[in-house]
Structure formats: structure tokens, C-alpha cells
């Protein structure tokens, strides 16, 4: 009995391995077809060790609106 859930245990173990290499397989495939675009840029390329900050919009919080109400609470001792 202990042999054949060793074997179980075993075969599981291969057909997972299987399966991650034949998905990696897949995922190298699919980023071939795709010619390796790389997002954020299109086709500048800077040389290694050059920064760029980019200054994001700014968000405009308005003020709360004027009907709003705080919220009554009870301590439960």
C-alpha cells in the first residue's frame, strides 16, 4: 500500500513538471510571436544607466460636499 501512493505521489509530481515546462514552452513561444515589444516605450531606446522622472498629473481632491453628515458611533463595552 505504501508503494502505490508513492507511485501516485511521483506521477503527480511529473505531470505537474510536465505541465509547467510545456507552459513555459508556450509563454516563450507567444512572446516571440509578439517580437518582445516592450510596453512604455515606443522604440526609444536609452542607454543603460539613463533616468527619466516623469512628473504625473496631479489629482484635485475637492472639498467634502457640503450635506455630509459624521457618523454617530456607540463604545460596546
Not at 12 to 26: K, P
Not at 45 to 62: A, C, M, N, W
Request: no cysteine; net charge positive.
Amino acid at each position: 500500500m505504501y508503494l502505490l501512493s508513492a507511485n501516485g505521489t511521483l506521477r503527480t509530481i511529473l505531470i505537474l513538471l510536465i505541465a509547467w515546462q510545456l507552459l513555459r514552452l508556450w509563454m516563450r513561444v507567444q512572446q516571440q510571436g509578439r517580437g518582445r515589444h516592450q510596453p512604455g516605450g515606443a522604440g526609444q531606446q536609452r542607454p543603460k544607466g539613463d533616468v527619466r522622472i516623469e512628473q504625473l498629473k496631479e489629482i484635485k481632491h475637492g472639498a467634502p460636499p457640503a450635506d455630509a453628515e459624521d457618523a454617530d458611533f456607540e463604545e460596546i463595552k
